[in-house]
Every structure is written in structure tokens, then in C-alpha cells.
């Protein structure tokens, strides 16, 4: 049976927005005989299908077909996680995720080794409560991502071999080591009891993982993954019946086992001052509360109280005479069934951390206990149901939204959330931040430094390869396929960009990327880092320059975009420097009022520059300077002293001095105009609507003011010099002793003069190529857990980053040093090529597809100074791009001596390395 889940959310309680802010309407203040736009429609409107169907056996198929979409998003998830650890063995759930990635296909091929073959992206997680497979890809993709999770549930411990089991807990070991969270291990161990399956740490321990055998591993397999536990989610452009029949065929017949995991008790709050040991450099003190299940409809409430808080906290802080605490940040730990509500209080320097907490513990109360403006409130409640909208819109993510929904009892649309949101008030606000938020319920924890953590583990075992025709990074290709051009079918959902002029030059495009409520507007003035002397100036005149907050109107604009939801953002790049604004489209009259007046509009900081070099000169004293000095070396050695791509920061007091008033006055004045600024718009929004706005507020010069700006000022058209290509100075390595590190930091770059052009998709196959390459450093050996290659756009370079197991740095350097002579003298050229090329065009094709990577690559694009056209023929460019372009490249930007080092970690680590390793003339990185 397949019955249909049809969900059409109509949602007009947004529109008591405009009202509730009285006189915040953005168009109050303004000449309404000249302003006569009209608003947009306040209410959300989705309208999604979807067919929910249970088989026998317990498994459950959510698919939701999307005609805009030419890919399916496949999510698979399992109800096994942390929380069904053996108490003995934290991270073994962790660790299977891991081990789930090597089950073989029916062809005999592991699946890690498949999926790129198969999939546009692919990945998986373990959180407390579940365990996640995803992959995204093609139509003709679902088949084999069914297959994916029939051999997870077949899973055969026999076929396991204890080089790959020995392997992977290496790298997992790696995992804890690179992402460094003792300290947060300590909280889950402070605030769950021992008793508590949410105790143990979330991935493991080093101690942990050492002692995990085989027959562990198949013992926990057979107690958890089990059909009668398993959600599929499929999205995208799927046919639900076709869907239903290949998971009947492939999981159906799968045999249920009953699954019975840990009790959850519910979370006490006793003894609520505590000490934790952790690896912390200092005391800290950190506030615990306790949350409602995020089944309960309450946790979408407690939510919108405590993302409140975090708004309203830093004002009232500031207002505090005496104050104790700096600041405070938030965040949610723990698992569904249980969640805590972190907040790490930042004291006053010189000030007692319980005090401080104390002080952040009495103003939380204060705040969900007094009736708050309005606006404020709005802000929360309108920044959640843009996030929610967001989740579901994404070709990322849509798929795990929904299985979020269905892992709830009772199951929960997301449309649930967005009308539990429209019905909540102020009022509300105040009842459910007081039951959950009150200064008694608050777990006080005291964070003292633990010495002891901050020591590797014992037991790294030193293992042989795995046999390299088993383990390589990609399934084999036919190597004649390097020769023919690929095949690739463009989005059914293709964006045709709208561009238009306005009078004053300023060139605008407008992208529909979705049919979601959703909308980004990005300002690209042409002008960045490289265009000033010292890059401080250009980094700095973004902030140098605000609205003017003593006229009415302005401070209304604020307030309005402020409590429809939306955000305002400031990037200062190389070569450009961009303003956004995101939001809901049903506000985007708010959106684009208010963005223009911040981003255009601007009147000079009384003092700005005197307070930037007194704050600077702060960081500079304390230690910073060493640290800017060292970048500045390495950029040195890279593109040649004085190259342009080598963005000198003040570092002195001498060159602070070059940052002054009248320096930002003249350089804001020069590069922010209409005819040097690009306006892009993305999202789901009313074109026609939106066309209008622009043109009133970007375009119409009565709206500017001619004695602070000069928007709508013409000027003479400059074509910027040529980027040079790099000299490299004589330097190949530097290296970075850090005491007590467990992890070899290493970071390896190629210079180039631009990542754009005709030669963008070469250089995207050959990233591609030396990823799969450096990614043999956790295949073969098992000392790595994220190592990679990328491109650095802003800093034009090919990058070569990662950790190492510190202890094993004589084995991993060589290594890698091998991979990178393989590239060079192209061993088995034409084969590799063919594996990087499918994957650079799937990931092509992926960022065409999904609204959010589309509207970030066109704005990448433009800041380049390239054509949008450059993002939409990409995939064409990879389809057939041949051989011989990565040969050139690779002739042209890896020889021998050309690149530059940066190794970090303990001095023995240190010196293992350059033992093992001939990396030419080296220095230290601070000197």
C-alpha cells in the first residue's frame, strides 16, 4: 500500500508582522507620492506530494517527487546510535558507520569505492540517536543507492578483514584527534549520569576504539540494523511507484529482527555546581538547561526563548554597570530524546568565571521572564521559519528534513513546525522560557585545565598497506573513456538569469533559483583587498561607513528587516567586496529597503580609523603580529615579495598609520559606485515585484545623498592590470612547533595567478585527481582521517591540507611525497583522469541543481570578475575536456621546487618529517 501524504501549507499569520511592528512599515518616512510600491504577499504557500508507504518486514519509504529537480536525494536512516554503545565500547556506532562504507556491491566492489561513480555527493553520520547514509546523484542512480542499504542490512562479518577493521579504527583515532572535542566529551560526562546512554562521549575514545574486536562489530551489527528500524527517504525526480517496487524488491525481503535499545531515562538536573576536568587552556564556566524532547512540540517554542535571549543578552550585558561576563554563546548538545542547551559564559577579563555565570544565569532570566519588545521577539520567530524553509529547500538537505519528520512520535511534517511557529506570541514566549530557562533549573559547571587529557593515547599500531588493488580511493574506469567526450544532461530545472542596467550603470541579474519563500540579494562592488596599498583600508571601509541611525526612517528599516528574519552580511575579498541580505521573499520589501540604505547609503564612523589602529595594535602587541608575519612570509615565498596576490596586512605601528579617515574617505569614494557594483538577486521571489524595488531604491538618484556618496557618480572606466604570474621566493618549507599536539599539521600550496578561466575546468579535473591521490593517506595507511586537495579562490593556489598521526609522520610524509610524484609523471594518466573527470562534472551538475550552491558559485563567479556564463558552461567544458589539459597543468604548476610547506605540530613530529623527507631550503614560520 502507498497511500498519498499530500501537505499544501497556506501560512498568513506572517502577516501580522507589519502590524505588530506599528511604525516600522518600511516605507514610513519616505515621499509616499513617489513611493507608491506595493507589498508582497504575506503568506507562505508549499504545496509538496508525498507517498509514505510501510512494508512488512518494518521498513518505512517516504518519496517525494519534484518535476524542478534532475537528481534524487537518497537518505537512509538507521535508529542505532551513540546511545547504544556498550557502556565498555563509547564510539562503536561510530566506528560501524565507518565499516558500513566497505560492504561490497554485487559486483564485488566496496561501496566507497562505488559511490563516486554513482553519486554527486555521498556521506555519512553518526549522531546520538541515528546513524545517516546519503547519496545524491542521477535518476538512474536510485537502483544502486537501494543496493547500497541491502548490503549494509545483509552486512557479512566474514567478509570483514582485519587489516580494513585495524584501518578504520586508525582513522576514526585520527577523527577524535582532529576534531578535538575532550572538553566536550567532559560536558556529556558532567551533565548525563553515568547511568544515562547519552554519557559516554559521542565518537569514542582513543582507550575505546583500541579494544573494539571483530565479534564486537558483528555483535552490534546484528542487535541494531535491522529493516523494522530503517527510514528511506527519496526526493528529487523520482517515480514513487517505481521507488516502492525497487525497495520492496531489495529490502522487503530482508528478515525483521526485534531491536531493543538502551532505556532513556529522563535527564535530572541534581547537584547543580560541578567541576569538570577537561583540555581547556584556562577556567571556564559553562550553563547547562535542560530541553524538551525534539519530538514535543515545545522544542520549536523553547527554541524561538532561548535564540531570543541570545539577541537581547549582549545589550543588557552592556548596560550592566560592573559588569562580570563579556559575552555568552549557545548551543544544543546531547540527543533528541534529551537535549541540553550549552552556554559558555566569556568573563570580563580579570574577573571570577562563577561570577560572570552568575551574573549571564540572572539576565536569562530577566529575559524570559519580562515581556520583550515586539520586534524582538519577531526576530527569533521569523530567523527559525526561515531556517526551516531553507532545510526543505535545499537538494542537500531536503531529504534528511523529512526523515527528521518521520523519526518523530507522532510523525511531524515540517509544516507543523511553520504553523506551531505562527500561532506562538509573546506571551508564549514567556511560559515556556520560564519552565525551561529559569536560573533554578541551570546546571552550573566549572571547567578547570586537566593536564593529563591533553596526552595521546597509547596503542597507534604501525600497519602494512592494505592490499592497493582493494583499497584504492576510485572504482576502476575504462582508461578510452578519457578520450571521448561524457555525456551530461542539464538541469530540467535550469536557471535563465534575467539581467538588466538601471541608468546609473549598476548592472543587475536576477536568478530564480526556487519556489520556496526564499531570497538572497548580494551588492559585488568590484574593488577588494588587492586594491588598496595596505589591505586593512579595503577590509575596513565596509564597516567604516554605516547608515544614519539618527533619522526616523532609518532606525525603521532596521527594525522591520531585523524582525522579518532576515540577516545582513559583509565579506571583504582579493577582488571584490559584497554586501548580502538573506530572507523570506515575503518580506522583500523589508529585505531591499533596508540593504540598500545599509549598503549605499553609508555615513563615516566618527573616529573609525583612530579605533581600528588602537584595536589593532592591541591584537599586533599581544602576539598576533607574529602570526600575521608568518602568513605574509609564506605568501612571500609563494608569489614573490610585493606579488598583488599576496594581500599585505598592517602588522606594525608604522603601517597602521597608513590606515586614516581621509584613506577610507578616498577609497570608498573611488570604487563604491553604481557603474563598479553588480546586484544579484537569487532565490523564489516575484520578478516583477522585485524589478521595481530595484529600481526605486539602487537606481533613483533622489534616493542617494549626494553629500556622503557617490552612487550614482560616473566615472571613467579603469581595466585592472593583469595578474602576474607568481615568482616564488626560496623557501619551501616553514614549520610551527606546537607543544603538545597530537596531530601533524600539514599544508602544501601551489601558486597560480587566477583559479578562473578557460582553464577552470582542468583545474578542477586535477584538484580532483590529487584529492584521490592524498586520499590513499587514510585509505593505505590509516594515519589520516580528513586530508584533501582544493582550490583557494581568493588566494589563487592549489592547497594540499590535512592531518597526520604525529607519531607516524616518517611513514606518512613519504607517502604522500609518492602520490605526488605518481600525478607528475602521470602513471596511469588516462584511467585516473576519466575517475576525477565524472566526479568534477557530477559536482558540476549538482551546483546547477541545487538553489543555494547555484546562487554561491554565480556569486563566486562574479567576484572573480568572470561571466555567469563561466558557471552555467562548466559542465559542458568538464564533459569534454581531455588529458592533455591536466598534463599541461600539471607541467606548468607542480614541478619540482614550486611549491610551499607549512608543517605544524611537535618538534619531533617535526623533525620525523624532514628525516623521511627532502623538502628543500626551510626556515621557521616565526622567526
Known amino acids: 500500500m502507498l497511500p498519498g501524504w499530500r501537505h499544501r501549507l497556506v501560512s498568513g499569520a506572517a502577516a501580522a508582522l507589519v502590524s505588530l511592528l506599528g511604525c516600522a512599515n518600511p516605507r514610513a518616512g519616505f515621499d509616499q507620492r513617489r513611493l507608491e510600491l506595493p507589498e508582497p504577499s504575506r503568506e507562505i504557500e508549499t504545496d509538496v506530494v508525498g507517498k509514505l508507504a510501510t512494508l512488512e518486514n518494518g521498513v518505512r519509504l517516504f518519496v517525494v517527487q519534484d518535476p524542478k529537480s534532475a537528481l534524487i536525494e537518497f537518505d537512509v536512516r538507521h535508529h542505532v546510535g551513540a546511545r547504544d554503545d556498550p557502556p565498555q565500547l563509547p564510539g562503536l556506532a ?32 553518526t549522531t546520538a ?13 536510485l537502483e544502486r543507492s537501494v543496493e547500497y542499504a541491502q548490503a549494509r542490512l545483509g552486512f557479512d562479518c566474514e567478509a570483514l578483514e582485519d587489516s580494513v577493521l585495524e584501518r578504520e579504527v586508525e582513522v576514526v583515532r585520527n577523527e577524535l584527534r582532529y576534531r578535538r572535542l575532550g572538553w566536550l566529551d567532559a560536558i556529556y560526562r558532567a551533565v548525563y549520569p553515568q547511568s544515562h546512554p547519552y554519557h559516554a562521549a559521542l565518537g569514542g575514545d582513543e582507550a575505546s576504539l583500541a579494544r573494539v574486536t571483530r565479534q564486537d562489530v ?174 526543505v529547500a535545499s537538494t542537500l538537505e531536503s531529504a534528511s528534513a523529512y526523515a527528521d519528520a518521520l523519526s518523530s512520535e507522532p510523525s511531524r511534517f515540517y509544516g507543523d513546525d511553520l504553523h506551531t511557529l505562527d500561532a ?212 612571500d615565498a609563494l608569489w614573490g615579495v610585493g606579488h598583488p ?81 607568481p615568482r616564488p621566493g626560496e623557501t619551501r618549507v616553514f614549520t610551527e612547533v606546537v607543544p603538545g599536539a597530537l596531530q601533524l599539521q600539514v599544508e602544501m600550496s601551489f601558486p597560480l595567478a587566477g583559479t578562473w578561466g578557460e582553464a577552470r575546468a582542468g583545474l578542477l579535473i586535477l584538484v580532483e585527481m590529487l584529492d584521490a591521490e592524498v586520499q590513499r593517506l587514510r585509505r593505505e595507511y590509516g594515519v589520516a582521517y580528513s586530508f584533501d586537495a582544493f582550490i583557494d579562490d581568493e588566494q589563487p593556489r592549489i592547497v594540499v591540507q590535512g592531518q597526520v598521526d604525529g607519531r607516524r609522520a616518517s611513514e606518512a610524509l613519504p607517502a604522500l611525497f609518492e602520490s605526488l610524484e605518481r600525478l607528475r609523471r602521470g602513471d596511469d594518466l588516462d584511467r585516473r583522469f576519466a575517475a576525477a573527470r565524472r566526479v568534477v562534472l557530477h559536482r558540476a551538475i549538482l551546483r546547477r541543481d541545487d538553489p543555494s550552491a547555484f546562487s554561491e558559485a554565480v556569486v563566486a563567479a562574479l567576484r572573480a570578475g568572470v561571466e555567469v556564463d563561466t558557471v552555467m558552461d562548466l559542465p559542458r567544458a568538464v564533459a569534454t575536456a581531455r588529458p592533455g589539459q591536466v598534463r599541461a597543468l600539471v607541467g606548468a604548476i607542480m614541478p619540482h621546487g614550486r611549491s610551499v610547506t607549512v608543517l605544524s605540530g611537535t618538534s619531533s613530529a617535526i623533525e620525523a618529517a624532514q628525516d623521511a623527507v627532502d623538502f628543500g631550503p626551510t626556515a621557521a614560520l616565526a622567526p
Not at 540517536?129 to 542512480?141: A, K, M
Not at 582508461?479 to 549598476?506: C, H, I, M, W, Y
Not at 538618484?701 to 593583469?722: G, H, M, Y
Open 424 to 635: 506562538m506570541n509573546p506571551q508564549r514566549l514567556q511560559e515556556v522560557g520560564s519552565r525551561y530557562l529559569q536560573a533554578s533549573s541551570a546546571i552550573r559547571l566549572s571547567v578547570v585545565p586537566d593536564p593529563a587529557s591533553e596526552e595521546a593515547s597509547e596503542g597507534a599500531r604501525s600497519l602494512g598497506r592494505v592490499d592497493p588493488g582493494h583499497a584504492g580511493w576510485r572504482a576502476p574506469v575504462d582508461p578510452a573513456e578519457a578520450q571521448r567526450d561524457l555525456p551530461f544532461v542539464a538541469s530540467s530545472g535550469d536557471v535563465k538569469p534575467t539581467s538588466f542596467t538601471l541608468d546609473n550603470g549598476l548592472e543587475v541579474m536576477l536568478l530564480q533559483t526556487t519556489d520556496f519563500p526564499l531570497m538572497e540579494a548580494t551588492m559585488i562592488v568590484h574593488a577588494g583587498l588587492r586594491d588598496a596599498e595596505v589591505s586593512d583600508v579595503a577590509a575596513v571601509v565596509p564597516h567604516a561607513f554605516r547608515p544614519d541611525f539618527s533619522a526616523i526612517e532609518t532606525w525603521q528599516l532596521a527594525r522591520a528587516f531585523e524582525a522579518s528574519g532576515s540577516v545582513f552580511s559583509i565579506d571583504a575579498g582579493a577582488n571584490a567586496i559584497s554586501y548580502q541580505a538573506r530572507g523570506m521573499s515575503i518580506y522583500l520589501d523589508m529585505v531591499l529597503a533596508w540593504f540598500s540604505e545599509r549598503a549605499l547609503n553609508g555615513v563615516p564612523t566618527e573616529n573609525l580609523a583612530f579605533h581600528y589602529r588602537d584595536t589593532k595594535l592591541d591584537l599586533v602587541e599581544s602576539g598576533e603580529a607574529e602570526a600575521l608575519l608568518g602568513q605574509a612570509r609564506v605568501a
Open 218 to 391: 558483528c555483535d552490534f551489527v546484528t542487535r541494531y540494523y535491522s529493516p523494522s528500524t530503517t527510514d528511506v527517504v527519496i526526493t528529487g525526480d523520482v517515480e514513487p511507484q517505481r521507488a516502492l517496487e525497487l525497495v520492496k524488491t531489495r529490502l522487503g525481503p530482508l528478515a525483521p529482527k526485534p531491536v531493543q535499545r538502551r532505556a532513556l531515562p529522563v535527564l535530572q538536573t541534581q547537584a547543580r555546581d560541578r567541576v569538570v576536568r577537561a583540555p581547556v587552556s584556562g577556567p571556564a564556566t559553562v550553563l547547562a538547561y535542560a530541553l524538551p524532547s525534539e519530538a514535543d512540540r515545545a522544542s520549536i517554542e523553547v527554541e524561538v526563548a532561548w535564540r531570543t535571549a541570545t539577541l537581547v543578552l549582549p545589550r543588557l550585558l552592556e548596560d550592566r554597570k560592573h559588569r562580570k561576563a563579556q559575552s555568552a554563546q549557545f548551543f544544543v548538545v546531547g540527543g533528541r530524546d534529551a537535549p541540553v542547551l550549552l552556554v559558555d559564559v566569556v568573563p570580563v577579563a580579570g574577573e571570577d568565571p562563577s561570577k560572570a555565570a552568575a551574573e549571564v544565569r540572572a539576565v536569562i532570566d530577566d529575559i524570559v521572564s519580562t515581556p520583550l519588545p515586539p520586534e524582538v521577539y519577531e526576530r527569533s520567530r521569523q530567523r527559525i521559519r526561515r531556517s526551516v524553509l531553507s532545510s
Open 94 to 125: 561510530h566506528l560501524v558507520e565507518h565499516l558500513m562504507f566497505e560492504v561490497e556491491t554485487e559486483a564485488g566492489v566496496p561501496v566507497m569505492l562505488d559511490l563516486p561513480d554513482s553519486s554527486l555527493h555521498f556521506g555519512g553520520f
Open 129 to 141: 540517536d541515528w546513524t545517516h547514509y546519503q547519496h545524491l546523484g542521477p535518476p538512474d542512480s
Open 645 to 725: 596576490n599576496t594581500l599585505r596586512s598592517a602588522v606594525s605601528r608604522r603601517e597602521l598609520r597608513r590606515v586614516t579617515d581621509r584613506r577610507l574617505r578616498l577609497w570608498y569614494q573611488e570604487h563604491l559606485r553604481a557603474d563598479n557594483a553588480t546586484l544579484v538577486v537569487t532565490g523564489g521571489f516575484d520578478e516583477a515585484l522585485v524589478r521595481r524595488y530595484v529600481r526605486v531604491y539602487f537606481g533613483d538618484r533622489q534616493f542617494r545623498r549626494p553629500d556622503i556618496t557617490r552612487w550614482n557618480t560616473p566615472s571613467p572606466a579603469r581595466a585592472r592590470a593583469r595578474i602576474p604570474e
